[in-house]
């Protein structure tokens, strides 16, 4: 069984500060991947970012990086130069298996405070 | 590249009547999901089918809910009768193949059920 844990109901952040949203996962599979993804008010989920669990390099995209962890099992976010388009629900997912189907966490509402 | 595309995107109905939700995939995608989120939890999934076949349906509450996926593409996903834990969004997913779990999974803007 796997699964997903996101500490942080709620984050706030200043516009053009750096934020970095937590999440811890659990998985028997060798074989697995880790996503962020974000959702907005419209509720379509948008990935942010993916890291593939056997690579030790932590993933980046723009002003999103991820810190990786594996022995601790650890999967946080971090957004630098925060915008108020970066407010949303993030939810951390883990997907491993031949299967493959993803496993969300219960997200973490960010909010940007002009 | 057009993404999964939902109808309706709104729907408000009482309990014990009837719903449909469609799904048209991204084009080449075999692997289609429908997950249900309820409000303030995560996506959780219903269903998981690669091409026609289903893969999972182990939370799929079969005494009320059904779906098919008669010709590998689109994708139907019914409840009948509703109640009113089932009022949720409705997101339909889609990614190229099983068996590969580095395959990004895509969303599409999700059915948003009301049940009264």
């Known amino acids: 069984a796997q699964t997903v844990t996101q500490s942080q109901p709620e984050m706030s952040v200043q516009e053009a500060e750096t934020v970095t949203l937590s999440c811890t996962y659990d998985t028997s599979e060798s074989d697995y991947y880790l996503f962020w993804y974000k959702q907005p008010p419209s509720r379509q989920m948008i990935l942010v970012i993916r890291q593939e669990a056997y690579k030790q390099q932590n993933a980046t995209e723009n002003r999103f990086s991820v810190n990786f962890q594996k022995a601790a099992k650890s999967f946080s976010l971090k957004i630098s130069d925060s915008q108020l388009g970066d407010a949303a629900m993030y939810f951390c997912a883990v997907r491993g298996g031949s299967q493959g189907n993803l496993i969300f966490g219960k997200g973490t509402k960010l909010s940007v405070k002009p | 590249e057009a993404g999964v595309a939902q109808s309706p995107r709104y729907k408000i109905i009482e309990k014990r009547q009837s719903v449909a939700f469609w799904c048209n995939p991204i084009s080449g995608h075999a692997t289609l999901y429908w997950y249900q989120q309820i409000l303030g939890q995560g996506p959780k999934l219903l269903i998981q089918?690669?091409?026609?076949?289903?893969?999972?349906d182990s939370q799929l509450p079969k005494d009320r809910f059904s779906a098919e996926r008669l010709k590998g593409v689109d994708s139907t996903l019914k409840i009948q009768p509703a109640k009113l834990e089932d009022s949720a969004v409705y997101l339909c997913a889609s990614s190229l193949i099983l068996g590969s779990s580095g395959n990004t999974i895509y969303f599409g803007e999700g059915s948003w059920l009301t049940v009264v």
């Open positions: 089918f690669q091409n026609n076949g289903v893969v999972d």
